[in-house]
């Protein structure tokens, strides 16, 4: 809050600018109800200059304040209200399960994006488990019911801490104080320690908490408890274990509802269970963690798409090079990606004749580790991006104004140091291809060169069916350090990506923080088509690296230029956007995308000799076709095939045969599309594969 104003108004100013003015202090609630009842009605909490705070915090100063309704002005839902719910709904799931395990002792309970966890000591003779679910629940059910008001009380750090010994929880103690710690004071003395009782204090549920929370336990609409895990205190596994109980909650049961619905789904087209199922990729432990094989099936996948993109690249003039997955650690130096990156870095790897005199010398770990960092010895760096190598490309050679832009491409391999717990298939891995392109142009260019990046992203979304995606404009964060250059060329960096922004004809959000150490940045961030969001593409523009790498060409003044830098993938990598993919079509690719496009299944042996030939003229056209001559019935065949999730089985009968027809079925034994003659049915499948249709369409004539 600001200095308090020398009289005793104290003025509020709201989110569209208007300013209301109080005698004295006042609550969030109060300067709710002093906009509108109906306002008053809906507010679960608030934003006191930024932070968020019951309805009942006091106000003694001039502020700002936002009221936090559970809906935003465009009817979606309030991440801050969903906060505020969800800290709200741990304490009442807390408070069910001591009703069911009276000694169970609690640790710490946070809300998180999808919902709540509380870690819970409990009894070595009585754990809890997934059959206590319905239990807990209904005694949740009853706490909402009665609408017990959330109610906020504190007391001085030492009588605090004489209540918390007493009542005999290390835990709750040690939170307190971590809590004195983080305050900076000088010992206990003027910090205060919050608790809310859900009720009055002293006669209802209470935990030691900072808060805020709902109004009342009524606003909770829609819970569940969802699942165990094991956890440590503070993390250490040598410490007490507990456990972590987590749930969810949402302001109506419809929307409970249909969340569980979406995790059901994403359940469904989890990309390592499809992957697996249609034997698209492998990961190894003996390989490594993190490290993708490509099994046919998924090279036949990730070949399509490249020679999708190529295509495109192609078309906008790019040149396609080729540079080593290792290079000079003063490389990386030069670029600021050693340090600026290291946390995310495979560690450098030194030359023999280097690292045998090092040894000899005695040399630590940690001195080789300062000279490093120091620059006093060289090494080698597996690659954490391609830029630098594209820049020694587009640098070998001098540039006059009129060979501008060069646009540079690569499908580049990259690695990247990911925490174990933070892998996930192939969407967080350590080794991964990017479509990567960097761009060299003119300042005047750079506006249009933006445009064609963006284009080449709207290009394969649309052609992937990719309809809903919004856009994010990275910006630097004016108080953070990790930002090199000009600020003159942020600038100009920045207002590039925004008007590139404003020609796309969808909303974009701008968001300090989120740009390259190099510069801004504009990222696609794709829904599919059960409502999750996965950052894709991204267009970033850099005014630093050429500047850092000396970077020049010359200019219709016979004097050398500095260029500007357009970095852009528009898949991210190749691995990440196929997990992707997997996910949004459930693993039934269209049939461009498909590793087996059609499968040959005869009715029975008499027709397996036309079933040959039928296949023979698939795989003359192209199409990636199999033949099923097994034993099995035909629906048996049908239904594997449709496990697999094929586009389009061609059945084969004995009329078929005197025909010279298929019986076409797609994606599964419920669409059968009839016969039609193999010649229609081979033309309409090509046509269907060169302009990459996104649905099925091969019809009867």
């Keep these: 809050m600001s200095p308090a104003a020398a009289s005793s108004t104290i003025r509020v100013t709201l989110p569209d600018g208007s300013v209301k003015e109080f005698d004295g202090p006042v ?6 109800e002093s906009i509108g009842s109906r306002l008053a009605k809906a507010a679960v909490g608030a934003k006191i200059d930024g932070e968020l705070a019951d309805l009942q915090a006091p106000i003694t100063q001039d502020c700002k304040l936002a009221i936090v309704t559970e809906k935003t002005r465009e009817g979606n839902a309030d991440p801050d209200a969903l906060y505020l719910l969800r800290h709200s709904t741990a304490h009442v799931m807390a408070e069910a399960i001591q009703r069911i395990v009276p000694g169970a002792q609690l640790v710490y309970g946070p809300p998180l994006d999808t919902g709540f966890y509380y870690d819970i000591r409990f009894p070595d003779d009585r754990p809890l488990k997934e059959g206590d679910f319905e239990a807990i ?22 009588k605090g801490l004489e209540k918390l010994k007493g009542e005999g929880s290390k835990y709750k103690v040690d939170n307190a104080e971590r809590a004195i710690a983080a305050s900076g004071a000088n010992g206990a003395e003027g910090v205060m320690l919050s608790w809310y009782a859900t009720g009055e204090p002293g006669k209802n549920w209470e935990d030691l908490c900072r808060g805020p929370h709902v109004p009342s336990t009524g606003r909770i609409g829609g819970f569940k408890v969802m699942s165990l895990a094991s956890s440590y205190w503070h993390g250490d596994e040598t410490s007490d274990r507990l456990t972590r109980v987590y749930g969810t909650a949402f302001f109506s049961k419809k929307d409970l509802d249909e969340y569980l619905d979406r995790l059901e789904q994403a359940k469904a087209r989890d990309h390592r269970v499809i992957g697996k199922q249609l034997r698209l990729f492998h990961i190894d432990e003996t390989v490594g963690q993190g490290l993708i094989l490509w099994t046919p099936n998924g090279a036949v996948v990730r070949k399509e798409l490249q020679r999708f993109i190529s295509e495109e690249l192609n078309k906008q003039g790019y040149l396609e090079v080729f540079t080593p997955n290792i290079g000079r650690l003063e490389l990386f130096r030069t670029s600021g990606h050693f340090p600026y990156y290291a946390d995310s870095q495979y560690p450098p790897v030194i030359e023999r004749e280097s690292l045998a005199a090092l040894a000899a010398e005695g040399c630590s770990c940690a001195q080789l580790s300062n000279k490093l960092s120091a620059g006093d010895i060289d090494g080698y760096l597996l690659k954490p991006m391609n830029c630098p190598f594209h820049i020694k490309i587009f640098d070998s050679a001098p540039h006059s104004y009129r060979d501008m832009p060069v646009r540079l491409a690569e499908f580049g391999t990259v ?27 003119t300042p005047e260019q750079v506006q249009a060169e933006l445009l064609g990046c963006l284009s080449l992203v709207k290009i394969i979304f649309g052609t992937l069916g990719m309809k809903d995606y919004r856009v994010r404009v990275g910006l630097r964060d004016p108080d953070s350090s990790k930002y090199v250059g000009n600020p003159e060329n942020w600038d100009k960096a920045e207002a590039a990506c925004r008007e590139a922004a404003k020609t796309l004809g969808v909303a974009f959000s701008e968001e300090p923080g989120e740009a390259a150490f190099y510069g801004p940045k504009i990222d696609f961030v794709v829904k599919d088509v059960i409502g999750r969001e996965w950052q894709l593409g991204t267009v970033q523009v850099d005014y630093n690296l050429p500047e850092r790498f000396d970077l020049s060409y010359i200019g219709p003044d016979n004097k050398p230029h500095r260029p500007v830098m357009i970095h852009r993938a528009p898949f991210g990598s190749m691995e990440r956007f196929c997990g992707v993919l997997i996910e949004h079509f459930a693993g039934a690719f269209p049939s461009w995308l498909s590793p087996e496009q059609v499968r040959v299944l005869p009715i029975s042996e008499k027709t397996n000799d036309y079933a040959e030939r039928v296949l023979a003229q698939l795989k003359a056209a192209g199409i990636r076709a199999t033949i099923d001559t097994g034993n099995d019935r035909v629906q048996a065949k049908i239904k594997h095939a449709a496990e697999m999730k094929i586009p389009y089985m061609a059945v084969v009968g004995p009329r078929d045969a005197e025909e010279g027809k298929v019986s076409v079925r797609a994606r599964g034994v419920q669409h059968d599309l009839g016969a039609m003659p193999l010649a229609d049915f081979v033309d309409g499948l090509k046509a269907e594969i060169a302009e990459r249709r996104a649905e099925l369409g091969v019809k009867p004539a």
């Design 27 to 32: 609550t969030a609630y109060q300067v709710a």
């Design 137 to 158: 629940e209904a005694e949740m059910a009853k706490i909402v019911k009665e609408d017990r008001r959330f109610t906020r009380y504190e007391l001085d750090a030492p």
């Design 415 to 441: 690695y990247r140091w990911e925490q174990s717990g933070e892998l996930n298939g192939m969407t967080r891995v350590r080794g991964f291809t990017q479509d990567d392109a960097h761009l060299f142009c």
